[in-house]
C-alpha cells in the first residue's frame, strides 16, 4: 500500500507482480494485504485490516507491506517483522528517517529498488510515479537470498551488521 498520490483517494496500493516474479519465492503469511484482498502476492495466508496482523500471530517466510503511514506506524510494523525474523518488507525509500535508520542495519539484505515502483490501484490501472523510491528489508536467510536474486530491481546491500 502506498499512499503517494492524491491524499484522500485510497490508501490501498497493490505491489506489482514483475516484483514477486523476480523474488523467486512463495511466501507463508501476507501480514498487511489490502481490504480488497490480495491481488499479485503469492502467499498461503493472508492477513487484511480486519484481521489486524499486528495483534495476529505470523507464521513462516512473511511479506510485509505495511500501511505507509506516519512513522510510528511503520516502526511497530517493523518492530514486530524483526521480532519474528524471517520474512521481506517493501517500505518507502526514506534512508534519512529515523525509523529507516534505526531499522536498515537490522536485516540480512536491502534492496533498493531502481526504478520507482509504481503500484497499482485497486481497479487494477498503475499509479503515476512517487516521489520517493521503495526499499525490500530481509530479514532470515530464505529472504536474503530472494533479494540476492532478485538483482535485477535494483542494488543489494548487506549491512555490517549483516556481513
Known amino acids: 500500500m502506498a499512499a503517494y498520490e492524491a491524499a484522500g483517494e485510497t490508501d490501498e496500493w497493490y505491489t506489482p507482480a514483475y ?6 519465492v512463495r511466501f507463508d503469511l501476507d501480514v498487511a494485504s489490502p481490504q ?10 493472508y492477513l487484511t485490516p480486519a484481521d489486524d496482523g499486528l495483534a495476529s500471530p505470523w507464521r513462516g517466510l512473511v511479506w510485509m ?22 520474512g ?25 529498488m531502481a526504478p520507482k515502483v509504481k503500484f497499482e490501484r485497486p481497479d ?8 520517493s523510491g521503495t526499499t525490500l528489508f530481509a530479514i532470515g536467510p530464505t529472504a536474503a537470498r530472494a533479494l540476492i536474486r532478485a538483482q535485477s530491481l535494483g542494488r ?8
Open 19 to 24: 516484483i514477486f516474479d523476480a523474488l523467486g
Open 36 to 45: 480488497d484482498g490480495p491481488r499479485h502476492v503469492p502467499a498461503d495466508r
Open 65 to 86: 507491506n505495511p500501511p505507509f503511514g506516519h512513522q510510528s506506524t511503520k516502526r511497530q510494523w517493523l518492530r514486530k517483522f524483526f521480532e519474528h525474523g524471517n
Open 88 to 112: 521481506i518488507a517493501l517500505l518507502p525509500d526514506r534512508t534519512s528517517a529515523p525509523w529507516w535508520q534505526e531499522n536498515a542495519p537490522l536485516s540480512d539484505a536491502v534492496l533498493f
Open 124 to 131: 487494477g490501472s498503475r499509479g503515476e510515479q512517487p516521489g
Open 156 to 163: 543489494v546491500f548487506l549491512p555490517a551488521a549483516a556481513a
